[in-house]
């Protein structure tokens, strides 16, 4: 069975549903699923968990679904680049999970990987430690962090083949890899389907047992701020 769809809202067709959790690829706007997160504005679908580095910005990325209202809680590292995020949380419609930026990484790789928990010294002393296990090792305090793992991920890759092995450019492969493992579904949109075995194994950064569905799509690659040089 052929894991390539047309559109974006073909890929997710009988994949979404009221309260469910995703996770969404990207750091920044770089690498970010565009059309899928399109397709799922306009699914409608609410009552979402959102798991992804940041929330896009005001009218572009994930910052659409805040517009919508579609999306209940989020479970970011950042947060500053869009006013409708800063609105809804001030006034409590929308639920926030901070995490310092490696730790969500890594509790996204250990769902990936099967592992329900490890201990970081990352937050220790701090607010993030409220309410979770601390345990010593060698003299050090450690905070317990649970796994992350999600419905649904939706990434965006550069170039992917017919059977979804995947690879990133630059940026991009950030946070898309790891969430690419962590989702009981994960969508692919890519920048350029090739051929299966047309990709160098060795330079696979996704392997297709990951993916269960990919699609093409066509990128508007926003800067979120652009800074020139003083003159």
């Given amino acids: 069975m052929s894991k390539r769809y047309l559109t974006a809202t073909e890929a997710l067709e009988g994949l979404l549903f009221d309260g469910m959790t995703i996770l969404a ?7 970010i699923p565009e059309n899928l997160i399109l397709a799922i504005r306009v699914s409608g679908v609410t009552g979402l968990t959102v798991i992804s580095n940041n929330c896009g910005v005001d009218d572009f990325g994930l910052g659409i679904l805040l517009q919508s209202r579609q999306i209940r809680k989020m479970v970011s590292s950042y947060v500053g680049e869009n006013a409708e995020f800063e609105r809804q949380y001030l ?6 999970e901070f995490n310092p930026q490696g730790t969500l990484a890594e509790r996204i790789r250990a769902g990936g990987a099967g592992i329900p928990a490890f201990y970081t010294k990352t937050g220790v002393g701090t607010l993030i430690a409220e309410g979770k296990e601390q345990r010593d090792f060698e003299g050090e305090t450690y905070l317990l962090e649970t796994a992350i793992t999600a419905d649904l991920a939706i990434v965006k890759a550069h170039m992917g083949d017919e059977e979804g092995n995947l690879t990133y450019r630059k940026t991009a492969r950030n946070f898309n890899p790891m969430m690419a493992t962590a989702g009981r579904i994960t969508v692919a949109e890519v920048e350029q389907i090739v051929p299966t075995g047309q990709l160098d194994p060795d330079q696979i950064h996704t392997p297709s047992i990951y993916v269960n569905r990919i699609v093409p799509g066509a990128f508007e690659k926003r800067i979120e701020r652009r800074t020139v040089r003083a003159t």
């Fill in 91 to 96: 006034s409590g419609e929308l639920e926030l």
């Fill in 25 to 31: 690829g990207g750091f920044g706007l770089c690498g």
